[in-house]
């Protein structure tokens, strides 16, 4: 069972998932606290939720920076208590294949995605172990367990952070600690991601492209036809609300994915090499030479 009004800190809660979670978690009655870099929208998100009677704070913060984190973490402590919740959640989403890829984009993607739940857990982790309670919510994808070409930057990021919650979560076993871990593995959700850019630093940006920019505008396009059919971020946000409740770790939001990660599995149970192609996936787990 959760806490009765605890403080819920949310990073990248100023759109799509996170911002989801900090609806759901408000109507129950908690202290919301929202960081996030992208200051307009933090502030919309912020008067969004007070309008529904929520306790909801923003604060600025860039996840990829740790002075920032610190400070976020500073300016929490002054007000409220260490996060009962805390959900590591901003992220940005970035395609291109690794040949393609520039070294500002690994640096852009990991700052944000696999830092920014690195410098979360360095900041916030101590206190929650000291008080020996709460849950942490780390959002990994289903990216996080298949490795889909043309998006190597970001599964690696969220390889990372699966990995990292794993971890965290025989560690927390170990110790006898009381605190909670999950780690989301979203497959699509309807949310701004395809938009990230919009908070991509220009120190990170790249001028040389591999691409050209109508292969871009078009491999763009068709997925944001099929992100029109995604998933509600709300829907997300149920089920890390009864994931926290019931201290379940994997959190999946669809079963699409389920016969690609079995077969993922038990390429690696046989040694046997990746295929591409998801009509293979039928033919590849029958296979078991
Ligand atoms: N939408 C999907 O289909 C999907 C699928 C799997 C995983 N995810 C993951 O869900 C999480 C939330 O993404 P979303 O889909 O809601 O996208 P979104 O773009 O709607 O929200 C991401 C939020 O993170 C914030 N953010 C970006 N860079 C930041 C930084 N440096 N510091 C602080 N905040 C920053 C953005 O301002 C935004 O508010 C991400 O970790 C993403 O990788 C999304």
Redesign the pocket.
């Known amino acids: 069972m959760i806490k009765e009004r605890s403080s819920v800190v949310i ?9 989801a979670l900090a609806f759901r978690f408000g109507k129950e009655g908690h202290d919301i606290i929202i ?4 200051e307009a ?1 933090l502030e919309i998100a912020i008067s969004e939720l007070r309008s529904e009677e929520i306790l909801a704070t923003g604060i600025v ?4 920076d740790l002075d920032s984190v610190r400070s976020f973490r500073d300016q929490i402590f002054s007000e409220f208590s260490p996060p009962y919740i805390l959900c590591l ?5 970035a395609g291109g294949s690794i040949s393609e890829s520039s070294v500002l984009d690994w640096e852009w993607v990991l ?3 696999l830092w ?1 739940v690195i410098y979360g857990l360095n900041t916030f982790l101590p206190f929650m172990e000291d008080n020996n309670n709460g849950h942490i919510i780390i ?5 996080g367990h298949l490795s889909y070409p043309n998006m190597g930057v ?1 599964n690696a990021s ?1 390889h990372a952070v699966l990995s990292i919650a794993e971890t965290l979560c025989y560690e927390l076993q170990e110790k006898g600690i009381e605190v909670g871990v999950s780690v ?10 395809l ?2 850019e ?2 991509r630093p220009e120190i990170l940006t790249s001028n040389v492209s591999l691409n050209e920019p109508d292969d871009q505008d078009t491999r763009k396009e068709a997925v944001r036809e099929i ?1 029109n059919l ?1 998933l509600d ?1 709300d829907s997300v946000a149920d089920l890390v609300f009864k994931a926290v409740e019931s201290k379940q770790f994997y959190i999946f939001t669809e079963n699409t994915f389920q016969d690609a990660i079995k077969t993922r599995h038990r390429d690696i149970e046989l040694v046997r090499n990746p295929m591409l192609g998801a009509n293979l996936v039928e033919e590849h787990l029958n296979d078991t030479d």
């Open positions: 990073t990248g809660g100023a759109s799509g998932i996170g911002k960081g996030d870099v992208e929208a913060v860039d996840v990829s959640n901003a992220g940005v989403g700052g944000v995605n920014g959002t990994s994808s289903i990216a970001y969220k989301l593995c979203p497959g699509l959700v309807k949310t701004n991601i938009d990230s919009r908070n992100y995604a971020p």
